[in-house]
């Protein structure tokens, strides 16, 4: 590793998360190589080698594959055929297989059910007769593309038949999943990290706020949620990650559902939603609020190294920094924010701002919960984010 003789990790992708994993792989005595055809990508800006190709160009590649030891994805829309071309050469972790699994919506759904983890039900909508058959049950439902959805991009509500069908259409009938809409009490994700040969350590179970099908607020602590249902959705992430031989980082986001309402009558309470094969947005606070970070495991786990189970030593809130608060040509009041104790102000280096753009992110650590809460309200409201 690192230190000894030189090594360099490859990323494909060179967004935010492929720059935290060279920020934690370089600390670590690493050589970064990142692919992506951006100059100005946020990850390809601060490694050692940046190739600025298409994730398909074979030249591109072949120069990864030349100057990386082993080689991730940060990217969930990485082509897998390209990090199937690259497991001929190199060590790929996640595999090409697990990649493309994430990718489908359809193919995702049917894993989670072969690990008998209950997902909300769903329809597949490919052809007109699909869309026909499809049970009165699902309705109101939302309709989601199977292939590039993120951030809420690529879904649709839908009341009834009409607006499914209009909806489809809209979506130039790409094939798609119908999900019954379900009634959430809130959302929260698990992610684990797995070797090749089996070992798994999760980091604590994170509260997720979306807003507007973008996540806004983390919030990680004792009793974020009943301790029960924690257990249950790491043990359920585990056993997802364990069916695919998965190695690497895997987020897994769930929904906790409202019982008290009807529509959730008979589904148990807690429904996976969908997984990431990599780091997460919701993993963030790691980075501050625990002893190893979901970038350091991503680096363990591809270098081959020991994983040990991370512990948090803070409760923790993220803020995510969107577009949204930057100010007309100027940026966000940051010395009011970093006068507050226990701020950790992450920036991405994006050059531009832009509505739901992940700009940055801001994690507050503290002794106490109420101390981390009180200081996390003072930054939102600074900030100009709604309270929550
Ligand atoms: P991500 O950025 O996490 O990849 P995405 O675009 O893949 O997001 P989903 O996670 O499928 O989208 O959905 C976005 C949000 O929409 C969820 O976090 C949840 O708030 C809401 N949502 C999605 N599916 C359902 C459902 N079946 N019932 C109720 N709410 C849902
Ligand atoms: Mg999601």
């Known amino acids: 590793m690192g230190g000894s003789r030189e090594m360099t990790l490859g990323v494909m992708g060179g967004g935010q998360l492929g720059r935290m994993f060279a920020h934690a792989a370089q600390r670590m005595g690493f050589f970064t190589a990142v692919l992506d055809p951006d100059p100005l990508s946020p990850a390809g800006r601060v490694s050692h080698h940046h190739i600025q190709t298409s994730y398909t160009d074979p030249v591109g590649l072949e120069r990864l594959a030349l100057v990386a030891q082993a080689i991730t994805t940060e990217f969930e829309n990485v082509p897998a055929p390209a990090l199937a071309e690259l497991a001929k050469t190199r060590p790929v972790a996640p595999a090409a297989a697990c990649v493309a699994i994430a990718q489908d919506r359809a193919a995702e759904k049917a894993h989670f059910v072969r690990c008998g983890v209950p997902c909300a039900p769903y329809a597949v909508i490919e052809t007109a007769e699909q869309l026909a058959a499809v049970p009165d049950s699902l309705l109101p439902g939302i309709l989601k593309t199977a292939r590039m959805g993120y951030d809420g991009k690529g879904q649709a509500r839908v009341r009834n038949r009409a607006e499914l069908a209009e909806a489809w259409a809209d979506m130039q009938q790409l094939p798609c999943v119908l999900e019954k809409m379900l009634p959430l009490a809130l959302e929260c994700?698990?992610?684990?990290?797995?070797?090749?040969?089996?070992?798994?350590?999760?980091?604590?179970?994170?509260?997720?706020?979306?807003?507007?099908?973008?996540?806004?607020?983390?919030?990680?602590?004792?009793?974020?949620?009943?301790?029960?249902?924690?257990?249950?959705?790491?043990?359920?992430?585990?056993?997802?990650?364990?069916?695919?031989?998965?190695?690497?980082?895997?987020?897994?986001?769930?929904?906790?559902?409202?019982?008290?309402?009807?529509?959730?009558?008979?589904?148990?309470?807690?429904?996976?939603?969908?997984?990431?094969?990599?780091?997460?947005?919701?993993?963030?606070?790691?980075?501050?609020?625990?002893?190893?970070?979901?970038?350091?495991?991503?680096?363990?786990?591809?270098?081959?190294?020991?994983?040990?189970?991370?512990?948090?030593?803070?409760?923790?809130?993220m803020l995510n920094l969107l577009g949204d608060i930057w100010p007309e040509g100027g940026v966000p009041p940051w010395e009011r924010v970093l006068a507050l104790p226990g701020t950790h102000l992450h920036l991405y280096g994006k050059l531009r701002a832009a509505k739901g753009r992940k700009m940055g992110h801001l994690n507050i650590t503290g002794s106490t919960l109420e101390q981390v809460r009180r200081i996390a309200l003072q930054a939102a409201q600074i900030l100009g984010i709604e309270a929550f």
């Open 189 to 317: 994700s698990v992610i684990v990290a797995r070797a090749s040969h089996g070992d798994c350590v999760n980091l604590p179970l994170q509260r997720n706020l979306h807003r507007e099908g973008i996540l806004a607020v983390t919030e990680v602590y004792a009793d974020n949620v009943p301790e029960a249902l924690a257990e249950r959705a790491i043990a359920a992430a585990k056993s997802i990650a364990a069916e695919l031989n998965y190695v690497g980082v895997l987020c897994v986001e769930f929904f906790v559902l409202d019982e008290s309402n009807p529509a959730a009558a008979g589904l148990g309470g807690l429904i996976v939603n969908e997984m990431a094969p990599r780091p997460h947005n919701s993993g963030h606070y790691s980075m501050d609020a625990c002893d190893v970070s979901q970038f350091e495991l991503q680096v363990r786990t591809l270098a081959g190294l020991p994983l040990v189970q991370p512990r948090q030593h803070s409760p923790a809130i």
